[in-house]
């Protein structure tokens, strides 16, 4: 290896070193703040130029949420973002095409040195150059990293140029992701709070890991169902509900006795699946004790059958077709041709709205969790 070779070789293990310390850097921010930190900290020793800056926009030609420079005063800074950001020529298509752009591929040196933008700006220290390397984050421009010089031909090489744009995609890779994460984290932030301050008591349920999680209302309900252990009684309620080893009823309900009075608890539980995972949201009500199983409200009941009525009673009470059958000596098939009817008549669409009706403006605060169809709901769920 002669000379030149071995000094090539030093230079790019250097500069090899460089960007691992980058990369590493850049994994360890923790704010936007940071980043920029890292990117001051670094990168004029990887890209050796008059000057350096990395802008983060909140709108690219009209300002920049964070800036930060070296190699030109506060004075050149302030004349960019008054009068230079909406006058780069640069900035505008490195923007566009989502990619770095070179002044001398846009124009002259003359040309561009009689530009307003040089002119007006540039000319405070004589930038005869700038490339601009746009941050990319899901093909969305966050900021620029912006390199000028003396030299025209300074970073002119493509070379060059595809480093300061590899540089900008990992700067981005590393914004990006920390603001769609804060982002995620302030709509769970926004979605707990809500969840916590809601009146309808509601327990969310990871059924991968079998972790639960009640709200304030779903516990201080619970402490008047059991107060020595109101956990204990949801499970048993929750065990209550199932028909199989892999079904849980839609809509359960109980007769319970709260400080001597004869109450109903209604259980109805909405399963969503969410990536690999099965979120399960129990909501409870605890209500007046309904009327005895099988029977109706007179204001309903006088729109049906009296073998109409007998059904819609016990799809209230949350029997399943089968048990219909069973109980009131008719076909699975008969009674699914009567809830049917029922559904028609009553103007409902499921076995959940069935039982909202039924038991009246208590029971309607649920908003409907599934759209209407033609056809029932099963009343149990996978």
Known sequence: MNASDSTAASVGAAFAGSLAAFTSALTEAGTRGEVQDVCMATLPGMI??????????????????????TGVSDRFLTLYEDFGRHADPVLREAVARKKPVHSSGLMSESAWVDSSF???????????????????????????????????????????????????????????????????????????????????????????????????????????LEPNNPTLWFEELMAAARTSKESLCQVFSSEVVVEGEERRVILRNYASNTHDRTVLVSVIQLNASFQSPGTLPASLARDLSPQETKVAGQVVFGRSDDAIAK???????????????????????????????????????????????????????K
């Not at 050796?48 to 420079?69: Q, R």
């Open 48 to 69: 050796k130029t008059k000057a350096f800056g990395i802008y983060l926009f909140k709108v690219p030609h009209e300002s920049a949420a964070m800036a930060a420079a």
């Open 327 to 381: 109980q009131l000596s008719l076909s699975p098939y008969t009674v699914k041709q009567h809830v049917k009817s029922v559904y028609r008549k009553l103007g409902v669409h499921s076995r959940v709205d069935l039982t909202r009706l039924v038991l009246g403006t208590a029971a309607t605060a649920i908003p409907p969790l599934f759209p209407p169809t033609d056809e029932p709901h099963d009343r149990s769920q």
């Open 118 to 224: 040089f002119q007006e700006v540039l000319a405070l220290h004589d930038m005869r150059m700038v490339l601009e390397a746009p941050i990319l984050y899901r093909g969305q421009v966050l900021g620029t990293l912006n390199f000028a010089d003396r030299d025209q031909n300074a970073l002119s090489s493509s070379i060059e140029q595809v480093l300061a744009g590899t540089l900008g995609n990992m700067v981005g890779l590393a914004v990006g992701g920390m603001t769609e994460r804060q982002g995620v984290l302030t709509e769970r932030d926004q979605l707990l709070e809500a969840f916590q301050l809601s009146d309808q008591a509601m327990v969310v349920s990871d059924t991968k890991t079998g972790k639960r999680r009640m709200n304030t209302a779903a516990i201080e309900l619970l402490r008047k």
